[in-house]
């Protein structure tokens, strides 16, 4: 029988103007501007794409939006799971969106601090969705998004 295994976790910090998270050092930080940033899995032919939005009086709209674009790929999914996500402590609110079936991303996820931070996240991988084929390496990629929304922290 076929078994796969991915390397356990080493991590590593990213920061950015706004906010900092702990990620895969197995990932490659291939590109990143002032409002977003991508993790590139070569090994896994995947990718996770940030964007940051700030926060003005438009709270809102920009959960409407998160959870809008996560449930455009019910068409092809057989299912979604909402995973609420809590931090008090460090003011971090959100939901992790786990997809499966054969959709275009097999997870996506946004925090909060509600009064001036947004950051949503996706996972897609380069190849025609196959949900047997990619689902060992979307479940190690689901529990890096995890992490990193464990460890996302915003700057002052």
């Given at each position: 029988m076929l078994r796969l295994e991915f390397p356990e976790a080493k991590m590593g910090k990213i920061e950015t103007d706004r906010f900092q998270f702990q990620y895969n050092e197995i990932a490659r930080l291939k590109s990143q501007t002032s409002n977003s940033l991508e993790l590139d899995y070569p090994s896994m032919k995947g990718s996770i794409f940030i964007n940051y939005k700030t926060v003005e009086r438009n709270l809102e709209k920009l959960l409407s939006d998160a959870q809008k674009f996560s449930y455009e790929h019910s068409v092809k999914a057989d299912g979604i799971m909402e995973q609420p996500f809590i931090n008090d402590e460090n003011k971090v609110y959100g939901m992790f969106y786990e997809v499966t079936g054969d959709a275009?991303?097999?997870?996506?996820?946004?925090?909060?601090?509600?009064?001036?931070?947004?950051?949503?996240?996706?996972?897609?991988f380069y190849a025609k969705p196959n949900y047997d084929s990619i689902y060992p390496a979307a479940e190690y990629l689901q529990n890096d998004i995890r992490k990193m929304m464990e460890t996302l922290r915003w700057k002052k």
């Open positions: 275009a991303s097999q997870a996506q996820f946004y925090v909060t601090d509600s009064t001036e931070h947004f950051v949503t996240g996706s996972l897609y």
